[in-house]
């Protein structure tokens, strides 16, 4: 912006480092505004606007500089290794404006500089105890014992290990130890009953369940909790068995007549038992409940009667059925029996 004014209005004339402009550029409110296209195209240098009218001229300068976002790889990690063959470190990357370090995210729309690892502390390591990995226990419960191998040797700059003498690592440290103890829990079981009697409850024909106690124990005999066989197979504790006590089923009688011709009142009943298959015999009705229980009444002849209620005296007659199935007359009053 040249910020110029005057009477009669001046004539505007941009310059780059004093001579006429020859970037891309566009002018704004009549001349007083330089909008530059291309930022790239301008380094480092010096605008200046020179505004002249019939009363004299006036210049007014300034200095343009470009801050840039950049990558920096100028600063090491930290070695990934103290000693040995294989330490590397890598360039740290930093995100730099004018040399001071910004927050990464600024950097985000620059191509990152590949990172190149460079090799460090590629020298010889001191003397150190090496283990084996643990052998397995010598028992799986109650005591057992495992083993591994403890040798002293050196890592060289080129990778090979060396065997060195005890003396040169027990200067360095404590020998570790190679045996120790291992599966010191007690040896446990599942322990079975025998299998109860296959007498119930039925679940099919000739089918029931029977039962067992599981419980846990020790080897030698002693109950614990259940808890300390539980990365056991646990064996069953029920299983289906044949029985000549569940070979039953429902017997049903016929329906009885309809107490009622008509109406809303009349039903009929039957006898339902459960009985065994082979003696014929009724046995308790839960030997049968595998099935559902038909049902022993129903309603029946439910149509609308044409003035076949008879009153006497305030009264209506209606049956029901009795004991010996056939049917049986009472009085009652006029409305539901």
């Known amino acids: 912006g040249c910020a110029v004014g005057g009477h009669p209005t001046p004539n505007i004339t941009w310059l780059y480092s004093g001579e006429p402009l020859s970037l891309q550029h566009r002018l704004l409110a009549a001349g007083r505004i330089l909008q530059i296209l291309n930022i790239n195209d301008a380094p480092d240098g010096e605008f200046s606007c020179l505004a002249q009218n019939e009363a004299g001229s006036l210049t007014q300068k300034t200095s343009l500089a470009l801050q840039e976002y950049k990558w920096s790889v100028d600063k090491l990690m930290l070695c990934s290794a103290s000693c040995g063959h294989k330490g590397v470190q890598l360039p740290q990357l930093r995100c730099l404006l004018d040399g001071a370090e910004v927050n990464i995210s600024h950097c985000k729309e620059k191509s990152k500089p590949s990172l190149q690892p460079i090799a460090c502390n590629r020298r010889d390591c001191p003397s150190r105890w090496m283990v084996t990995s643990w052998s ?123 107490t009622a011709t008509c109406g809303n009142y009349g039903f009929q009943s039957r006898r339902v038992d459960c009985v065994h298959v082979r003696t014929n015999k009724p046995v308790l009705e839960h030997h049968c409940s595998w099935r559902p229980r038909p049902a022993n009444w129903q309603r029946c002849n439910i149509t609308p009667c044409e003035n076949s209620m008879s009153l006497r005296g305030g009264e209506a007659v209606h049956h029901r059925a009795g004991k010996e199935g056939r049917a049986v007359s009472q009085k009652c009053t006029t409305g539901p029996c």
């Open 136 to 258: 397995p226990c010598t028992r799986s419960c109650g005591g057992g014992i495992q083993m591994r191998r403890v040798t002293c040797q050196r890592l060289t700059a080129k990778g090979s290990s060396v065997p060195m003498s005890n003396e040169a690592c027990a200067q360095v440290s404590k020998h570790p130890v190679d045996t120790q103890n291992c599966n010191r829990h007690p040896c446990v079981e599942w322990v079975a009953s025998s299998w109860g009697q296959c007498n119930g409850p039925c679940i099919g024909p000739r089918l029931a369940v029977q039962h067992r106690q599981i419980f846990c124990q020790t080897k030698d005999g002693t109950s614990v909790s259940s808890d300390q066989c539980s990365a056991l197979p646990r064996p069953l504790s029920t299983q289906n068995c044949w029985t000549d006590i569940c070979g039953v089923h429902w017997r049903v009688s016929l329906w009885t007549v309809c």
